[in-house]
């Protein structure tokens, strides 16, 4: 069955970086867009950002473009985000999600980032 599973979440503080994997298993990997989506304390889901299956074309909100870089991993059937200049509003539970023709399909169980110091 598919699965996702999240990794890399932790306590940061503001300006730091972290690493988000997502490890992927149960389907084609490489055929399939993928993305990041967000919920931090009390707030409704947010999307992040966005990959396609090859990786050459990738998208970000606007609350993170130019602190945030997705990347995928084919071979390793593996999703990337890197995180930089992390501030307290990046706050949430970072999911991943497979992205299907008609919208996402799955999710991930999601892994807790805390910017704090």
């Known amino acids: 069955q598919v699965q996702l599973v999240e990794s890399g979440g932790g306590l940061v503080q503001p300006g730091g970086s972290l690493r988000l994997s997502c490890a992927a298993s149960?389907?084609?990997?490489?055929?399939?867009?993928l993305s990041w989506v967000r919920q931090a304390p009390g707030k409704g889901l947010e999307w992040v950002s966005a990959i396609s299956a090859g990786g050459g074309s990738t998208a970000y909100a606007d609350s993170v473009k130019g602190r945030g870089t997705i990347s995928r991993d084919n071979a390793a059937n593996t999703l990337y985000l890197q995180m930089d200049s992390l501030k307290p509003e990046d706050t949430a539970v970072y999911y991943c999600?497979?992205?299907?023709?008609?919208?996402?399909?799955?999710w991930g169980q999601g892994t807790q980032v805390t910017v704090s110091s």
């Open positions: 149960g389907f084609t990997f490489s055929s399939y867009r």
């Open positions: 999600t497979r992205l299907a023709a008609l919208g996402t399909d799955y």
